[in-house]
Every structure is written in C-alpha cells, then in structure tokens.
C-alpha cells in the first residue's frame, strides 16, 4: 500500500520562498506519476504540478515560472520547490500518486506578511 507524508510547509512572507517534500512508501515509486495539488479556504482543491516517471514534467499557469517539481528515485521523494510566493498561493498543499489515486495528508502553506 502506498503511503505519502508531506512536510516542509509553513508561513512566509511575500517574495520568499518554501520547498516542499513528498516521501512516499511503495514498490512502484519509480514508474508512478505524482503530482501536487492545493485548496485554498472555500475553493476547490486544483492542480499545481506533476512529474512523470521519466521527469517530463508539467504545471498551472499560475505557477509556472515560479514552482519546480522534481523526485529522487532512490530516495522515494518527490519535491515542490516555490518562490517569489504570493498571498495567492495559500493553501493546504496536499502529495498525489496518480497512478495508485492516493493522497498525503497535507501541509499548510500560508504567505503573508
């Protein structure tokens, strides 16, 4: 069973910066595409960014530019790397494996001054 704990979530101001990690449990890490996604209060949860199992990799308009996944096999982790935040971006940030449907619990990202 594939398990995904985030961590790396927290408060920052404007124009800073945040990385994101993703350590997943499972034996098909390597082939799974995963992705994070993000709800902020009273919206839908929506789509942020993807990377497939060969590193091909794809994002939102509002965050491109800004936003940088990428995963480390051997280490069965998958990262979002976020800068120049915005108060926009606040949001629980929430670690998909797309291929087995499974979610991580979340972590808070909030960008305030």
């Known amino acids: 069973q594939v398990r995904l704990v985030e961590s790396g979530g927290g408060l920052v101001q404007p124009g800073g910066s945040l990385r994101l990690s993703c350590a997943a449990s499972?034996?098909?890490?390597?082939?799974?595409?995963m992705g994070w996604y993000r709800q902020a209060p009273g919206k839908q949860r929506e789509f942020v960014a993807s990377i497939d199992g060969i590193g091909l990799t794809y994002y939102v308009d509002a965050v491109k530019g800004r936003f940088t996944i990428s995963r480390d096999n051997t280490k069965m982790t998958v990262s979002l790397q976020m800068n120049s935040l915005k108060p926009d971006d606040t949001a629980v940030y929430y670690c998909?494996?797309?291929?087995?449907?499974?979610w991580g619990q979340g972590t808070q990202v909030t960008v305030s001054a």
């Open positions: 499972g034996s098909d890490f390597n082939i799974a595409s």
């Open positions: 998909r494996d797309l291929r087995n449907d499974i």
